[in-house]
């Protein structure tokens, strides 16, 4: 139990479907990351939201899109996904106060598209 | 941030000490070698970092040679649980980078 929560831990849903990933963190970090982590490939980052506010987006798709109504949650929309979408979506958190930066991670949610 | 290389997988006796290997050689003064791992279709787990001293805790220690071109990471005495893909990352810590660049990381199976 690493302190970071997240909802579903499975999904499956087809190309046309609207769907929402949640992650809550009780740690009281301040910043907070979407990661996907294909089949056979390396953790890829996502976002960074910082204090609330989106601080680094990776060159991803708008068919993704993250929201992050306050420091504890962050949900990832998904809408008009493709199979190669397929993933282990992972949330993590850390304290963003300049220094070490240990991120903590949630367990992921395994997405599959059809 | 430095590029570290591992290799790709490793093999380890139960009770044994497990050596994981990394190396960096373009690391820069201000970059620290971190070390995390994933258990299979688990999120990452942090483990241990450093600067230039070797550092211990509760589940490793980390050993950076003095030229900081490479590091170790020992597991004491690995258990079956600590089968994992292990992953050494290295990145300057500011608040204006926060994101964790991950490769492919070495594959540790603990034999029983």
């Known amino acids: 139990e690493t302190g970071v929560t997240q909802t579903p831990r499975h999904l499956v849903m087809g190309m046309t479907n609207k769907k929402s990933l949640k992650c809550e963190q009780h740690l009281g970090h301040n910043a907070m990351y979407w990661y996907k982590q294909s089949a056979k490939k390396p953790l890829e980052l996502m976002f960074v939201?910082?204090?609330?506010?989106?601080?680094e987006n990776n060159s991803v798709p708008s068919r993704f899109s993250p929201e992050c109504p306050n420091s504890s949650h962050l949900f990832l929309h998904l809408h008009t996904l493709q199979p190669e979408d397929s993933a282990l979506y992972l949330c993590?958190?850390?304290?963003?106060?300049?220094?070490?930066?240990?991120?903590?991670f949630g367990p992921g949610t395994r997405l599959t598209v059809l | 941030d430095a590029k570290t290389t591992q290799p790709t997988s490793m093999d380890c006796a139960e009770g044994r000490a497990a050596n994981l290997p990394c190396n960096h050689s373009?690391?820069?003064?201000?970059?620290?070698v971190y070390w995390y791992r994933q258990i299979h279709s688990q999120g990452p787990q942090y483990i241990i970092h450093?600067?230039?001293n070797n550092e211990t805790n509760e589940m490793a220690s980390l050993i950076i040679t003095e030229d900081r071109k490479s590091s170790t990471l020992i597991l004491p005495h690995a258990t079956l649980r600590d089968t994992a893909v292990y992953y050494c990352?290295?990145?300057?810590?500011?608040?204006?980078?926060?994101?964790?660049?991950f490769g492919s990381g070495t594959r540790l199976q603990v034999q029983p």
């Open positions: 939201y910082s204090l609330e506010e989106r601080v």
């Open positions: 373009t690391i820069s003064g201000n970059e620290y």
């Open positions: 990352i290295v990145r300057v810590v500011d608040t204006g980078r926060r994101a964790l660049t």
């Open positions: 450093g600067l230039k």
């Open positions: 993590a958190s850390s304290q963003d106060s300049g220094s070490y930066n240990e991120q903590f």
